[in-house]
C-alpha cells in the first residue's frame, strides 16, 4: 500500500507471470487434497475404473462410514489427541520457565546451555531411536501415553524454548522492575505480567508443538505399536494394509486426520507464521 | 549473588529434561555401538559388520542424493513462491494461506494421497500423462527402479517448499523500502532488482533455511518408509531407514547403534563445514 504512494512508478513482476504463477501455485498445493476428497466419495468400482473419473456419477459417504465405525481410527484419533496435547502442555510448561531464565538472567554458562537446547533441534533423531527404545523399555514406558509424551519433548521443547526467549526479551523490562519494586516476587511477576503480554507468543508455540507432534510418525511407529496408544499417523499407515489398500477409506482417514491441522492452522494462520519467522528476520 | 542461582532454576527443569532425552541416549548409542548383545565390549566387531553390509555404502549414496536434491528444488522453487507473493496483487493472502498448507499436513498423509495419485493403474497422474499422450503407457512410477526415487524426491520438494516459501517471504518483506527507490532511480527493472537486491538481501535466510532442511532431510522417513519401505531392491533406501530395519525387523541393536554412531558423525561433519562455509565470507564482509 504505501510503496504505491510512495512510488508511483512501482516497478513489478509482470502481471501475467503473477497470474500464472499464483494459479500454479494454488494447484500444485492443493490439488491432492481435492483429489483426496474425491476419491473419498467415491465407491469401490468407481475408484477402481480405468481411466479415472473426475467426478463420482454417485457420491457415497460409505468410505467414511467405514473409518469411522469399522476401523480403529476413532480410537487412533483419541490417543493423539491425549499425546499431542499432554506433550504441548508439558513442553509449554517446561518452555515458560527456561525461556524467561534465559531471557531475564545472567548466569555461567548461559551461552553453552542455550546452544545445547539448539543441538536439541538440529539432532538427527533416527541416531537415537534404538537407546530411546532400550530406556523407555527398561522404565517400562512403552506403548505407554506418557512414554510418548516424554519423547515428544526432543521436539517440541527445544523450539519452544528458543521461540519464547525471544518472545520474553521484546516485552521492556520496565515493566517488570517496576513491579518487583512494588513487592512482587519473581513468580508473580512471570505470570502477571510477562506471559499475559506474550500470549502471542505462546499461541505460537502451542500451535507448533501440536502441530508437529500430531504429524509425528517416526517416534511412533517405534515406541507405540499397541493398538490401546498408537496414534493417527500409525493407523493411517497400517490402514493400508489391514484392509488390503482400500484406497476410497484411506482417503477417507487422511481427510479425517487433516481437517483438525486444517482448521488449527487456518484459524491461527498468523500468529503461528509470525512467531515462526520473527527469529528468522532478526538474524 | 541470588540472581545468578535464580536463573538456573528456571532454566533447570527443561534443561534435565532435553538431557536425558538427548544427552543420555547418545551417550548409550556409543556404549551400545561397541558391545555385544550380553554387554561385552567386542570393539569396533559391529561397525565392521555394518560396513561390509552391501546395503550401508548404497543407503548413504541415496540418502545424500534424496537430501541433496530435495533441497535444490525445495529452495529454488520456495524463494520462486515468496518473490511471487511479495508482490502486490488481489487474493495474495489466500494464495498465500493455500500454499502453507502442503507443509502443514500430516507427512503420512502426504505420503499416502500421493502414492494413491502415483497408483500405476488407476493413479490420476498416468490417467493425466497418457491421456493428452505425454506418455505412451501408464508407468510404474513406484515400482520401476528409475522412477521411484525422483518421485519421491518430488513428493518430498512439495511437502517442504512451503516453508522456504514462509522464512524467505518474511525476508524479503523486512528490506526497507529506500533499497528499492534506489534501484529505481538508477533505472533498474523488476528482474535486476531480484537479482541485486532480493536475492542478496535474503541470502542469510536462505543459509538458514538450508541448514534446517538438510538436518530434517536427514529425518525424513516418513515419506519414504510409508510408500516403499525402502524398496524396491533398496532403490529408496536411506539410512534412516536402515538404521530403523536393523534395529526393529532384524532386531540387531548394538549394529543399529554402530550405524547411528556413523551417521550421526557424517551429519554433524556436514552440518560442521556447512557453517563453516556459509560463515566465512559474510564474516569477511562484516
Known amino acids: ?283 | 549473588m541470588v540472581r545468578q542461582s535464580t536463573g538456573l532454576v528456571f532454566v533447570l527443569p527443561a534443561l534435565i529434561v532435553l538431557a536425558m532425552l538427548i544427552a543420555y541416549p547418545l551417550a548409550y548409542t556409543g556404549l551400545l555401538s561397541v558391545s555385544d548383545q550380553q554387554g561385552n565390549f567386542v570393539g569396533a566387531r559391529n561397525f565392521a559388520t555394518v560396513l561390509a553390509a552391501r546395503a550401508t555404502p548404497q543407503a548413504f549414496w541415496n540418502t545424500v542424493y534424496f537430501v541433496g536434491a530435495s533441497i535444490v528444488f525445495q529452495v529454488i522453487l520456495g524463494t520462486a513462491g515468496a518473490i511471487l507473493l511479495n508482490q502486490n496483487f488481489t487474493g495474495r493472502a489466500i494464495v498465500r494461506s493455500i500454499t502453507i498448507i502442503p507443509w502443514v499436513v500430516p507427512g503420512i498423509v502426504a505420503a499416502t494421497t500421493w502414492a494413491w495419485m502415483f497408483h500405476t493403474e488407476f493413479g490420476i497422474i498416468n490417467y493425466m500423462m497418457t491421456a493428452p499422450g505425454l506418455i505412451e503407457a501408464p508407468i510404474g512410477w513406484l515400482t520401476n527402479r528409475d522412477t521411484v526415487m525422483p518421485v519421491l524426491i518430488a513428493i518430498n520438494v512439495w511437502k517442504m517448499f512451503p516453508f522456504v516459501t514462509v522464512m524467505v517471504l518474511a525476508g524479503l518483506q523486512s528490506i526497507p523500502n529506500d533499497l528499492y527507490e534506489a534501484a529505481r532511480i538508477d533505472g533498474a527493472n523488476f528482474w535486476e532488482e531480484v537479482w541485486h537486491i532480493m536475492l542478496p538481501q535474503v541470502r542469510s535466510v536462505i543459509t538458514a533455511v538450508t541448514l534446517l532442511l538438510v538436518i530434517w532431510g536427514l529425518n525424513s522417513i516418513t515419506i519414504i518408509y510409508a510408500i516403499t519401505r525402502g524398496g524396491p531392491a533398496n532403490r529408496t533406501l536411506i539410512t534412516p531407514i536402515q538404521i530403523f530395519r536393523l534395529a526393529f525387523d532384524a532386531v540387531q541393536f548394538n549394529q543399529a547403534a554402530a550405524l547411528s554412531v556413523l551417521f550421526f558423525a557424517v551429519a554433524i561433519v556436514i552440518v560442521f563445514f556447512y557453517v563453516r562455509l556459509v560463515q566465512s565470507p559474510s564474516g569477511g564482509a562484516r
Open chain 1, 1 to 283: 500500500m504505501n510503496t504505491q504512494v510512495n512510488t508511483p512508478t512501482r516497478t513489478g513482476m509482470p502481471l501475467p507471470i503473477i497470474v500464472i504463477g499464483a494459479i500454479l501455485l494454488v494447484l500444485i498445493s492443493l490439488f491432492p487434497f481435492i483429489w483426496m476428497a474425491i476419491s473419498s466419495i467415491k465407491t469401490l468400482g468407481e475408484l477402481y475404473t480405468i481411466p479415472p473419473s473426475w467426478w463420482p456419477a454417485a457420491p457415497t459417504l460409505d468410505n467414511y462410514y467405514t473409518v469411522l465405525f469399522k476401523s480403529n481410527i476413532p480410537r487412533y484419533f483419541l490417543n493423539s489427541v491425549i499425546i499431542s496435547v499432554g506433550a504441548t502442555g508439558l513442553a509449554l510448561i517446561l518452555a515458560i520457565f527456561a525461556s524467561y531464565g534465559f531471557a531475564r538472567f545472567e548466569f555461567r554458562g548461559k551461552a553453552a546451555l542455550q546452544s545445547f537446547v539448539l543441538v536439541g533441534q538440529l539432532m538427527p533423531t533416527a541416531a537415537i531411536i534404538v537407546p530411546l527404545f532400550i530406556t523407555l523399555r527398561v522404565l517400562g514406558l512403552v506403548n505407554t501415553f506418557w512414554g510418548l509424551i516424554l519423547v515428544y519433548m526432543i521436539i517440541t521443547l527445544p523450539l519452544s524454548v528458543w521461540m519464547l526467549t525471544s518472545y520474553f526479551r521484546a516485552i521492556p523490562v520496565e515493566l517488570e522492575e517496576a513491579a518487583i519494586v512494588d513487592g512482587a516476587s519473581r513468580l508473580e511477576v512471570l505470570f502477571r505480567i510477562t506471559l499475559p503480554l506474550s500470549t502471542p507468543g505462546i499461541i505460537a508455540v502451542l500451535v507448533y508443538a501440536f502441530v508437529t507432534t500430531w504429524n509425528e510418525f517416526i517416534f511412533a511407529l517405534c515406541f507405540a505399536t499397541d493398538s490401546s496408544v498408537k496414534t493417527l499417523p500409525i493407523g493411517l499407515a497400517e490402514f493400508s494394509t489391514e484392509f488390503n489398500t482400500d484406497w476410497g477409506a484411506v482417503m477417507a482417514a487422511s481427510l479425517v486426520m487433516t481437517l483438525p491441522i486444517a482448521l488449527l492452522f487456518l484459524t491461527m494462520q498468523k500468529l503461528f507464521v509470525g512467531g515462526l519467522t520473527a527469529g528468522a528476520t532478526k538474524g
